[in-house]
């Protein structure tokens, strides 16, 4: 679509050679797990439910848009200076622990001295966090405020800086190939989601036989389908709430795109969803309690996919994406 080339990109596509090397990865990964398939592990099954969970759920959080009027009203702060609380607390307990009787007759001074050192040294590091947690707080509300006014008048660029703070890329980035938006006509916000392709959707499940174990049951393809299916919508939903949840606009626009085979024998990004998300709707929902698939057809989105092949482009050519052409006679009247 040349509408992309004046995108703004908020998760910075794939490119050919990074889809390569993760594509490679995940090969490597399959053939890991074919030869060690058989340590199994009870925890292998709840790292694939909480997979799952990931892949097809992204959409089950909250929304709670931001009140830009009143982050507007705001004035700056600063964060608090670090405290170290736990580290002084923890500082406390080293300096007045005195052995016991018990510890005393078994010698355990220094297994008890010795433990809680490395609790002072853990504290230390919440410390850290806590303060570089607040610090960051402190940041994106400085930052926050600078930028109501342009939020508020829809300017693209306080708008993409204000996407690029909220936006928990580091969260999504295992769940989406890139992330980006276009503002087509004033006040209309076209979203651009590269979502993952069927590769990416595990090929086996792993789940807890009889002995207690993990056991790997092969997926069949048309399953696989329906997961990466889900996965979609799931990310569609999850990327028009962060989105809404920072432009205040009535409704938006998003296209999710994916890496389909061609006749060629290759693969290319086509369209694969559009949908037209209301904020409305979004406050309506409790989507932690919605199917994202229903979802996305409940909102009258488009999608062309089937069990037997899994997703087909769909046009969009007629959903007006890109800025109507100024007419001749505005173009005359421009010279």
Not at 6 to 27: C, P
Not at 174 to 193: C, D, K, N, Q, T
Not at 211 to 225: D, F
Request: contains cysteine.
């Amino acid at each position: 679509m040349d509408v992309q080339g004046s995108a703004k990109t908020i998760i910075a596509t794939m490119n050919r050679i990074d889809r390569a090397t993760k594509k490679a990865l995940r090969d490597r990964e399959r053939k890991d797990r074919a030869t060690a398939r058989r340590s199994t592990a009870p925890e292998l099954a709840a790292k694939y439910d909480a997979l799952f969970e990931a892949l097809t759920r992204a959409h089950c959080v909250p929304y709670a848009r931001l009140d830009w009027n009143e982050i507007a009203g705001a004035g700056l702060v600063e964060p608090a200076a670090r405290a170290n609380a736990l580290e002084q607390k923890a500082r406390r307990a080293l300096a007045n622990y005195q052995p016991g009787i018990i510890d005393g007759l078994f010698g355990l001074g220094q297994d008890r001295r010795r433990a809680l050192a490395e609790k002072v040294l853990q504290a230390a590091k919440k410390d850290a966090e806590i303060y570089a947690q607040a610090k960051r707080n402190a940041e994106i509300h400085n930052l926050d405020v600078g930028l109501a006014a342009g939020v508020l008048a829809l300017d693209p660029a306080a708008i993409e800086q204000a996407l690029k703070a909220h936006i928990p890329a580091a969260e999504l980035a295992p769940l989406i190939e890139g992330l980006g938006f276009h503002m087509p006509a004033p006040g209309r916000i076209v979203v651009y989601l590269d979502a993952l392709e069927l590769d990416a959707i595990p090929e086996e499940a792993v789940e807890i036989g009889d002995n207690g174990r993990s056991v790997y049951i092969p997926l069949a393809r048309e399953i696989r389908a329906e997961m990466h299916l889900a996965n979609v919508c799931a990310a569609t939903l999850r990327i028009a709430v962060e989105v809404m949840t920072v432009v205040p606009v009535d409704v938006i626009d998003v296209v999710t795109r994916c890496f389909l085979p061609t006749a060629r024998g290759d693969v290319e990004q086509q369209p694969v969803v559009h949908v037209k998300v209301p904020h409305q709707a979004l406050k309506a929902m409790d989507l932690r309690r919605l199917e994202p698939v229903s979802t996305i057809t409940a909102l009258g989105g488009r999608i062309d996919w089937e069990v037997e092949r899994g997703f087909a482009p769909i046009r969009i050519d007629d959903l007006k994406l890109t800025a109507p052409k100024p007419s001749q006679e505005s173009q005359i009247a421009a010279a």
